[in-house]
Protein backbone atom coordinates (compact mmCIF):
# COMPACT_ATOMS: atom_id res chain seq x y z
CA UNK A 1 0.00 0.00 0.00
CA UNK A 2 1.21 3.45 -1.13
CA UNK A 3 2.31 5.03 2.08
CA UNK A 4 -0.38 7.94 3.08
CA UNK A 5 -0.13 11.80 3.73
CA UNK A 6 0.06 10.81 7.56
CA UNK A 7 2.60 8.06 7.48
CA UNK A 8 4.90 10.65 5.34
CA UNK A 9 4.62 12.97 8.63
CA UNK A 10 5.63 10.50 10.79
CA UNK A 11 8.46 9.57 8.90
CA UNK A 12 9.55 13.07 8.74
CA UNK A 13 9.08 13.39 12.27
CA UNK A 14 11.03 9.88 12.75
CA UNK A 15 13.80 11.37 10.77
CA UNK A 16 14.06 15.03 11.95
CA UNK A 17 13.98 13.71 16.39
CA UNK A 18 16.61 11.24 15.63
CA UNK A 19 18.34 12.95 12.71
CA UNK A 20 22.04 12.76 13.82
CA UNK A 21 21.54 8.85 15.17
CA UNK A 22 19.54 8.19 11.41
CA UNK A 23 22.67 10.28 9.33
CA UNK A 24 25.55 8.46 10.97
CA UNK A 25 24.17 4.91 10.97
CA UNK A 26 22.74 5.60 7.32
CA UNK A 27 26.25 6.84 6.30
CA UNK A 28 28.17 3.69 8.06
CA UNK A 29 25.68 0.93 6.25
CA UNK A 30 26.38 2.47 3.07
CA UNK A 31 30.13 2.99 3.71
CA UNK A 32 30.35 -0.81 4.43
CA UNK A 33 28.38 -1.61 1.07
CA UNK A 34 31.38 0.46 -0.45
CA UNK A 35 34.57 -0.61 0.60
CA UNK A 36 36.05 2.49 0.66
CA UNK A 37 35.65 3.51 -2.65
CA UNK A 38 34.09 7.01 -1.35
CA UNK A 39 35.62 9.42 1.29
CA UNK A 40 33.41 9.18 4.94
CA UNK A 41 33.26 13.06 4.20
CA UNK A 42 32.19 12.83 1.11
CA UNK A 43 29.43 9.87 1.41
CA UNK A 44 28.13 11.69 4.53
CA UNK A 45 27.37 14.79 2.83
CA UNK A 46 25.51 12.85 -0.05
CA UNK A 47 23.40 11.15 3.03
CA UNK A 48 22.86 14.19 4.45
CA UNK A 49 21.16 15.61 1.40
CA UNK A 50 19.08 12.92 1.04
CA UNK A 51 18.08 12.89 5.03
CA UNK A 52 17.63 16.97 4.33
CA UNK A 53 15.49 16.95 1.56
CA UNK A 54 12.95 13.67 2.74
CA UNK A 55 12.78 16.12 5.58
CA UNK A 56 11.76 18.94 3.39
CA UNK A 57 9.15 17.17 1.08
CA UNK A 58 7.22 16.77 4.00
CA UNK A 59 4.23 13.84 4.26
CA UNK A 60 2.86 15.13 1.07
CA UNK A 61 5.99 15.01 -0.82
CA UNK A 62 7.01 11.27 0.62
CA UNK A 63 3.39 10.38 -0.13
CA UNK A 64 3.80 10.92 -3.54
CA UNK A 65 7.05 11.39 -5.21
CA UNK A 66 5.77 12.89 -8.36
CA UNK A 67 4.32 15.61 -6.55
CA UNK A 68 5.62 19.00 -6.84
CA UNK A 69 6.84 18.67 -3.19
CA UNK A 70 8.79 16.18 -3.57
CA UNK A 71 10.96 17.65 -6.01
CA UNK A 72 13.92 18.51 -4.40
CA UNK A 73 13.93 14.75 -2.86
CA UNK A 74 14.16 13.86 -6.90
CA UNK A 75 16.66 16.07 -8.01
CA UNK A 76 18.98 15.13 -4.79
CA UNK A 77 18.32 10.98 -5.98
CA UNK A 78 19.06 12.06 -9.42
CA UNK A 79 22.24 13.95 -8.79
CA UNK A 80 23.78 10.87 -6.72
CA UNK A 81 22.53 8.54 -9.44
CA UNK A 82 24.14 10.02 -12.55
CA UNK A 83 27.41 10.99 -9.97
CA UNK A 84 27.66 6.96 -8.91
CA UNK A 85 27.11 5.99 -12.79
CA UNK A 86 30.03 8.59 -13.86
CA UNK A 87 32.09 7.19 -10.94
CA UNK A 88 31.52 3.33 -12.52
CA UNK A 89 29.54 2.62 -9.13
CA UNK A 90 27.40 -0.92 -10.23
CA UNK A 91 23.54 0.11 -10.10
CA UNK A 92 23.74 -2.14 -6.71
CA UNK A 93 25.96 -0.09 -5.39
CA UNK A 94 24.11 3.16 -6.04
CA UNK A 95 20.35 1.66 -4.98
CA UNK A 96 22.56 0.18 -1.64
CA UNK A 97 22.53 4.11 -0.69
CA UNK A 98 18.92 4.56 -0.56
CA UNK A 99 18.17 1.34 0.65
CA UNK A 100 20.60 0.89 3.72
CA UNK A 101 17.79 3.47 5.20
CA UNK A 102 15.85 0.17 5.22
CA UNK A 103 17.83 -1.27 8.47
CA UNK A 104 18.36 2.24 9.83
CA UNK A 105 14.61 2.39 10.56
CA UNK A 106 14.77 -1.08 11.85
CA UNK A 107 17.43 -0.63 14.23
CA UNK A 108 15.61 2.87 15.31
CA UNK A 109 12.99 0.49 16.35
CA UNK A 110 15.00 -2.14 17.95
CA UNK A 111 17.73 -0.07 19.82
CA UNK A 112 15.84 3.06 20.50
CA UNK A 113 12.34 1.72 21.56
CA UNK A 114 10.75 3.71 18.61
CA UNK A 115 7.26 2.48 18.40
CA UNK A 116 6.43 1.29 14.62
CA UNK A 117 3.50 -0.49 13.68
CA UNK A 118 3.95 -3.39 10.75
CA UNK A 119 1.55 -0.77 8.36
CA UNK A 120 4.07 1.99 9.13
CA UNK A 121 7.11 -1.14 8.71
CA UNK A 122 5.28 -1.67 5.20
CA UNK A 123 4.81 1.81 4.03
CA UNK A 124 8.30 3.45 5.06
CA UNK A 125 9.94 0.40 3.08
CA UNK A 126 7.35 0.93 0.25
CA UNK A 127 8.62 4.43 0.16
CA UNK A 128 12.60 3.55 0.21
CA UNK A 129 11.41 0.90 -2.50
CA UNK A 130 10.03 3.49 -5.01
CA UNK A 131 13.01 6.16 -4.53
CA UNK A 132 15.60 3.09 -5.19
CA UNK A 133 13.58 2.81 -8.32
CA UNK A 134 14.21 6.44 -8.94
CA UNK A 135 17.66 6.02 -8.80
CA UNK A 136 17.77 3.20 -10.57
CA UNK A 137 16.08 4.89 -13.83
CA UNK A 138 18.33 7.48 -13.52
CA UNK A 139 21.24 5.78 -13.21
CA UNK A 140 20.14 3.85 -16.32
CA UNK A 141 19.82 6.54 -18.42
CA UNK A 142 23.31 8.15 -17.18
CA UNK A 143 25.05 4.58 -17.84
CA UNK A 144 23.00 4.79 -21.72
CA UNK A 145 24.62 8.12 -22.59
CA UNK A 146 28.07 7.16 -21.34
CA UNK A 147 28.01 4.69 -23.56
CA UNK A 148 26.69 5.98 -26.34
CA UNK A 149 29.45 9.04 -25.75
CA UNK A 150 32.09 6.37 -26.05
CA UNK A 151 30.65 4.76 -29.01
CA UNK A 152 30.66 7.63 -30.78
CA UNK A 153 33.92 8.74 -29.90
CA UNK A 154 35.44 5.48 -30.71
CA UNK A 155 33.66 5.84 -34.10
CA UNK A 156 35.43 8.67 -34.55
CA UNK A 157 38.83 7.96 -33.79
CA UNK A 158 38.46 4.70 -36.04
CA UNK A 159 37.89 6.74 -38.48
CA UNK A 160 40.30 9.32 -39.43
CA UNK A 161 41.14 11.49 -42.09
CA UNK A 162 44.75 12.41 -42.77
CA UNK A 163 46.56 14.87 -44.86
CA UNK A 164 49.04 12.63 -46.74
CA UNK A 165 50.34 15.84 -49.37
CA UNK A 166 49.36 19.21 -50.74
CA UNK A 167 45.61 19.10 -51.69
CA UNK A 168 45.65 15.13 -50.86
CA UNK A 169 43.62 13.84 -48.18
CA UNK A 170 42.90 10.10 -47.20
CA UNK A 171 40.63 8.10 -45.61
CA UNK A 172 41.85 4.70 -44.28
CA UNK A 173 38.99 2.71 -43.58
CA UNK A 174 39.35 -0.54 -41.39
CA UNK A 175 36.83 -2.57 -40.14
CA UNK A 176 33.05 -2.65 -41.76
CA UNK A 177 31.42 0.31 -42.58
CA UNK A 178 27.97 0.58 -41.97
CA UNK A 179 25.64 3.18 -41.76
CA UNK A 180 26.50 5.24 -38.84
CA UNK A 181 29.94 5.13 -39.36
CA UNK A 182 29.10 6.04 -43.21
CA UNK A 183 27.80 9.15 -41.69
CA UNK A 184 31.01 10.11 -39.66
CA UNK A 185 33.12 9.20 -42.70
CA UNK A 186 31.32 11.85 -45.08
CA UNK A 187 31.07 14.40 -42.34
CA UNK A 188 34.53 14.27 -41.70
CA UNK A 189 36.36 13.95 -45.00
CA UNK A 190 33.76 16.98 -46.25
CA UNK A 191 34.85 19.02 -43.42
CA UNK A 192 38.46 17.92 -43.80
CA UNK A 193 38.25 18.96 -47.74
CA UNK A 194 37.13 22.30 -46.48
CA UNK A 195 39.70 22.95 -43.82
CA UNK A 196 42.59 22.04 -46.27
CA UNK A 197 41.14 23.45 -49.22
CA UNK A 198 42.18 19.71 -51.14
CA UNK A 199 41.01 18.98 -54.56
CA UNK A 200 41.64 15.12 -53.81
CA UNK A 201 40.73 12.85 -51.67
CA UNK A 202 41.71 8.78 -51.36
CA UNK A 203 39.40 6.03 -49.80
CA UNK A 204 40.82 3.48 -49.00
CA UNK A 205 39.26 0.07 -48.45
CA UNK A 206 42.09 -2.16 -47.87
CA UNK A 207 41.06 -2.62 -44.07
CA UNK A 208 37.48 -3.10 -44.87
CA UNK A 209 37.14 -7.16 -44.71
CA UNK A 210 34.05 -7.10 -47.36
CA UNK A 211 31.88 -5.32 -49.66
CA UNK A 212 28.65 -5.75 -50.39
CA UNK A 213 26.10 -3.93 -51.89
CA UNK A 214 25.25 -1.89 -48.39
CA UNK A 215 29.30 -1.14 -48.50
CA UNK A 216 29.60 0.27 -52.09
CA UNK A 217 26.43 2.21 -51.69
CA UNK A 218 27.78 3.77 -48.65
CA UNK A 219 31.26 4.34 -50.52
CA UNK A 220 29.57 5.68 -53.50
CA UNK A 221 27.70 8.62 -51.68
CA UNK A 222 30.36 9.64 -49.69
CA UNK A 223 32.16 10.19 -53.48
CA UNK A 224 29.35 11.66 -54.26
CA UNK A 225 29.18 14.42 -51.56
CA UNK A 226 32.82 15.01 -52.25
CA UNK A 227 31.96 15.82 -55.74
CA UNK A 228 29.58 18.51 -54.98
CA UNK A 229 32.26 19.87 -52.60
CA UNK A 230 34.36 20.15 -55.83
CA UNK A 231 36.82 17.45 -54.96
CA UNK A 232 37.98 14.03 -56.40
CA UNK A 233 37.58 10.89 -54.79
CA UNK A 234 40.03 7.73 -55.52
CA UNK A 235 38.98 4.50 -53.82
CA UNK A 236 42.21 2.02 -53.20
CA UNK A 237 42.44 -1.02 -51.50
CA UNK A 238 40.60 -3.01 -54.34
CA UNK A 239 42.03 -6.81 -53.62
CA UNK A 240 41.38 -9.47 -55.72
CA UNK A 241 38.53 -10.92 -53.15
CA UNK A 242 36.83 -7.96 -53.14
CA UNK A 243 36.89 -7.00 -56.83
CA UNK A 244 35.45 -10.35 -58.08
CA UNK A 245 32.95 -9.51 -54.98
CA UNK A 246 31.97 -6.51 -56.69
CA UNK A 247 31.34 -7.86 -60.04
CA UNK A 248 29.51 -10.66 -58.94
CA UNK A 249 26.82 -8.09 -57.45
CA UNK A 250 26.92 -6.30 -60.14
CA UNK A 251 28.23 -2.69 -58.42
CA UNK A 252 29.26 0.02 -60.61
CA UNK A 253 31.53 2.83 -59.96
CA UNK A 254 31.04 4.56 -62.84
CA UNK A 255 33.89 7.00 -63.56
CA UNK A 256 35.74 6.85 -60.19
CA UNK A 257 38.84 5.82 -60.14
CA UNK A 258 40.07 2.73 -58.50
CA UNK A 259 43.41 1.68 -57.37
CA UNK A 260 44.79 -1.98 -56.00
CA UNK A 261 46.53 -0.02 -53.05
CA UNK A 262 46.66 3.55 -51.09
CA UNK A 263 50.49 3.79 -52.95
CA UNK A 264 49.35 3.18 -56.38
CA UNK A 265 45.91 5.81 -55.86
CA UNK A 266 49.12 8.29 -54.63
CA UNK A 267 50.58 7.88 -57.85
CA UNK A 268 47.81 8.61 -59.59
CA UNK A 269 46.77 11.79 -57.82
CA UNK A 270 50.09 13.16 -58.48
CA UNK A 271 50.10 13.01 -61.38
CA UNK A 272 47.29 14.68 -61.50
CA UNK A 273 48.44 17.55 -59.91
CA UNK A 274 51.73 17.26 -61.82
CA UNK A 275 53.86 15.48 -59.56
CA UNK A 276 56.78 13.64 -60.77
CA UNK A 277 56.78 10.07 -59.66
CA UNK A 278 58.60 6.91 -60.20
CA UNK A 279 57.73 2.96 -58.95
CA UNK A 280 61.26 2.46 -58.55
CA UNK A 281 64.01 3.85 -56.32
CA UNK A 282 66.80 6.18 -57.95
CA UNK A 283 70.14 3.96 -58.44
CA UNK A 284 72.76 5.46 -55.52
CA UNK A 285 76.13 6.30 -57.69
CA UNK A 286 79.10 4.47 -56.55
Known sequence: MALTADGGDRLVGLLSEHGERVVQRWTELVSASLRGRLSQAELRLQVQELHASMINAGGAGLADLQAP??????????DLSRSRARQSFTATETAISVYALKDVLVELA???????????????????????LLTFETYVQTREGLIADQ????????????????????????????SARAQVVMERLLQTLVDTGSPYAIIDITGVPAVDTQVAQHILKTV??????????????????????????????????????????????????GVETSRRHPRREA
Open 151 to 178: AEQLLELSTPVVKIWDGVVAVPLVGTLD
Open 224 to 273: VAARLMGADCIISGIRPQIAQTIVALGIEFGDIATKASLADALRHVLRLT
Open 110 to 132: ETDGVELSLRDVLDFTGLVDRMG
Open 69 to 78: AAGELRAVLA
